[in-house]
Every structure is written in C-alpha cells, then in structure tokens.
C-alpha cells in the first residue's frame, strides 16, 4: 500500500490544521496507521497512532488532549485533527503503515510503509 500525507501549512499558534493519510493501491484494512514528525536536527517522534486491530488510538504525550487521530473508512484515510498548535509542533509529519503490535507501536521501524511527508509550521 502506497501512503500520501497531505493538509500540512503555516498556522498562527492556538490554530488547527488536519492532516489526511490516504492509501492507494490497497486498504488499511489490517495495519496500524500511525503519524510521526521529525524537526531539523531531532528524531523522528511518534505523535498518534490507531491500532486496526483493536481499533484503540495511541497518543505520545506531548500532543494528548491536543491531537486526535481518526479513522474514514468511506475515504480510505486516517486523518490527524491538531488542534491548540503551538510552536514546537512546527515539523515535517509522515504517516506510517504497518502490521505492528502494541508493544512497538510508537518505533518508527515497526512500519514498513510510510508517505512522503508535509510541513507543518506554527508560528508564534
């Protein structure tokens, strides 16, 4: 399964901004989809994750109660809702696919399949 991540831009901080992920070439059907960002000179960072197995959604604790990570069947698309920006939110984010399991669900290495990346930039 092919992955494009799209909806990045510049937003004020306090703003919103949704990222989809969609799949082509197949279905999300029986992978984990997850968001990670990685800033200038950092490592990538897990930011959300929605388990298709048992359909629960994972938060690193730097966006919880801020980022909500959603599931559209009918579209084929795990969306990202960020919500309250702030600045050090500003990133590339990547979303990912794999057939992981919960204990790894936050490595970047459990998944096989990833987009090419949009840019979010929040501005003070």
């Known amino acids: 399964v092919q992955l494009q991540a799209s909806g990045g831009g510049s937003v004020q901080a306090g703003g919103s901004l949704r990222l989809p992920c969609g799949a082509s070439?197949?279905?999300?059907?029986?992978?984990?989809v997850g968001w990670f960002r990685q800033a200038p000179g950092k490592e990538r960072e897990f930011v959300a994750a929605v388990s298709l197995g048992n359909m629960r959604a994972y938060y690193g604790d730097s966006v919880k109660g801020r980022f909500t990570i959603s599931r559209d069947n009918a579209k084929n698309t795990v969306n990202l809702q960020m919500n309250s920006l702030k600045p050090e939110d500003t990133a590339v984010y990547y979303c990912?696919?794999?057939?992981?399991?919960?204990?790894?669900?936050?490595?970047?290495?459990?998944?096989?399949?990833w987009g090419q990346g949009t840019q979010v930039t929040v501005s003070s």
């Open positions: 990912g696919a794999g057939r992981t399991i919960l204990s790894t669900i936050s490595t970047p290495s459990a998944y096989g399949n």
């Open positions: 070439g197949g279905t999300f059907h029986g992978y984990t």
